[in-house]
T-cell receptor
Framework: DGGITQSPKYLFRKEGQNVTLSCEQN?????MYWYRQDPGQGLRLIYY???????QKGDIAEGYSVSREKKESFPLTVTSAQKNPTAFYLC???????????FGAGSRLTVL | GENVEQHPSTLSVQEGDSAVIKCTYS??????FPWYKQELGKGPQLIID?????GEKKDQRIAVTLNKTAKHFSLHITETQPEDSAVYFC?????????????FGKGTKLSVIP
């Protein structure tokens, strides 16, 4: 079945450590996205990529980094510069212009 | 930029009753309005969308209405069932710009009481 796989589902991190969240899709989608979800908040865009080897900052990119070396993969690194990293992170993908996002099941990051 | 307000933040209904969730948007250039449903422990899933050239769209028990003049759109769920319990997000964008332009509301947690 086609879809988006995010891993790990749960992750604990000590303050000052970087952590990388994985996102893999087999939908042949060109565009991929990272969103952050906090309780009672909407989905806020962190980074997006519409083509391999190119990505753009979203609304809340500070303290995060991404790479897009392969069409299928769009990993997100939460760096120690992110002041409040505890959140639920969602990866999504679509064809550019399709406006129909397919989401993964999410990764919950807790900073201890 | 676009601003999307969503109300209510929580909604409880008896099974079989109707549920209505309302959203307002600020950018008159927005012309695409999707609704996503997020079940517990899962990512959101598109359930219905509407474009600004229509006023209403139905899909079985769910419907969305759009009032461009007032800049608001609503999700209607009839004959609610326990499996409708979830968090619902509205969003707005200019469809020509791509999904990265989507602005989401803060979500409504719907609880359907058996």
């Amino acid at each position: 079945d086609g879809g988006i796989t995010q891993s790990p589902k749960y992750l604990f991190r000590k303050e000052g450590q970087n952590v990388t969240l994985s996102c893999e899709q087999n939908l042949n989608h060109d565009a991929m996205y990272w969103y952050r979800q906090d309780p009672g908040q909407g989905l806020r865009l962190i980074y997006y990529s519409q083509i391999v080897n190119d990505f753009q900052k979203g609304d809340i990119a500070e303290g995060y980094s991404v790479s897009r070396e392969k069409k299928e993969s769009f990993p997100l690194t939460v760096t120690s510069a992110q002041k409040n990293p505890t959140a639920f992170y969602l990866c999504a993908s679509d064809f550019p212009g399709a406006n129909v996002l397919t989401f993964g099941a999410g990764s919950r990051l807790t900073v201890l | 930029g676009e601003n999307v307000e969503q109300h209510p933040s929580t909604l409880s209904v008896q099974e079989g009753d109707s549920a209505v969730i309302k959203c307002t948007y600020s950018d008159s250039a927005s012309n695409y309005f999707p609704w996503y449903k997020q079940e517990l422990g899962k990512g959101p899933q598109l359930i219905i969308d509407i474009r600004s050239n229509v006023g209403e769209k139905k899909d079985q028990r769910i419907a969305v209405t759009l009032n461009k003049t007032a800049k608001h759109f609503s999700l209607h769920i009839t004959e609610t069932q326990p499996e409708d319990s979830a968090v619902y997000f509205c969003a707005a964008s200019n469809s020509g710009a791509g999904s990265y332009q989507l602005t989401f509301g803060k979500g409504t947690k719907l609880s359907v009481i058996p």
